[in-house]
């Protein structure tokens, strides 16, 4: 394997499992407390995991080699709904009929 | 990131299996990636929505879960995927029997996680936690259900991606990648399942 390639996707390996152990840390590190509701802590959670479908989208599926209009649709389609969630989680409730 | 501050035509390999699109891979499986990713998207905002009505209820079913168990099986899909991507490079340098290795590796990793969903199914029915008992509950089992019948459906495209690898007259890189394409994506949504059903509070 070309090294080059092969240091990109272990890198890009490394970077998401440190992602996942870090979301890991955060979410379930108060081990089995009671829950509490916690903006800040979703926030970071949901961010994160966005972060990591890009990376798996990005490299994994190479959709980086792809024309700069197609990634840009793909960035606003993530990013419009990960904003959409973000503003139910937060406003949800005033939304009840 | 950085990969949006990439030059705009970046070195491309002549063995890449580009379409006339542009893409990697063939423009019909990108079309479904963004089917698939639209669909579960609404049921993530339905499963907020929700759960914006009736916080108290699903953090109390959200401590139900494991979520050791989460993150093991996020780490395993994160290594299935990362062998397939190492499987579509041997396969783009003529390294076939390699890059079979890599796919067939992947689908045991995926046979692991679908075998551990199936235990945690049933560990959760045993302590009294079924699909009725609260709209908590029909959702993990609604998400995890659908997203493991993807999984079985990944088997498939990993299975013609097997097959193509296994003589040089049926090979197709395109066809290999659009496989590969899919098993990504079944990675991406997991990750994303993961965050919302047990992380976030």
Not at chain 1, 4 to 32: K, M, Y
Not at chain 2, 90 to 115: C, D, S, T
Not at chain 2, 174 to 201: K, N, T
Request: net charge positive; charged share 15%.
């Amino acid at each position: 394997m070309s090294h080059e390639t092969d240091r990109r996707l272990a890198l890009v390996f490394a970077l998401l499992t440190g992602v996942t152990l870090l979301s890991w840390w955060l979410g379930a590190g108060d081990d089995r407390q009671a829950f509490s509701p916690d903006a800040a802590l979703s926030l970071a959670v949901i961010l994160m995991a966005a972060i990591k479908l890009r990376m798996i989208v990005w490299e994994f599926m190479e959709l980086r080699h792809a024309p700069l209009r197609v990634r840009r649709g793909a960035d606003g389609f993530l990013w419009g709904i990960v904003g959409v969630m973000l503003l139910v989680y937060a406003f949800g409730s005033r939304m009840q009929v | 990131m950085g990969a949006s501050s990439l030059p705009l035509s970046p070195h491309r390999s002549p063995s890449r299996g580009e379409g006339c699109h542009g893409l990697p891979g063939q423009a019909d499986i990108w079309y479904l990636v963004g089917f698939e990713a639209l669909v579960f998207s609404s049921y993530f905002v339905v499963y907020l929505l929700y759960r914006s009505w009736n916080p108290d209820l699903f953090l109390q079913s959200q401590q139900q879960l494991n979520q050791n168990l989460g993150v093991l099986n996020t780490v395993i899909l994160l290594i299935s995927s990362w062998l397939v991507a190492r499987g579509v490079q041997a396969a783009r340098e003529g390294r076939h029997e390699a890059a079979g290795k890599q796919v067939w590796m992947a689908m045991g990793l995926g046979l692991l996680f679908v075998g551990s969903k199936l235990l945690e199914w049933s560990l959760k029915i045993q302590a009294g936690f079924e699909f009725s008992t609260n709209r908590f509950f029909s959702f993990y089992y609604f998400l995890t259900g659908i997203h493991v019948v993807h999984v079985l459906f990944g088997f498939v495209f990993l299975g013609v991606v097997l097959y193509q690898l296994g003589g040089p007259r049926r090979r197709s890189q395109p066809v290999i990648e659009a496989g590969a394409i899919f098993w990504h994506m079944v990675d991406f949504l997991w990750v994303m399942i993961f965050a919302l059903l047990y992380l976030m509070r």
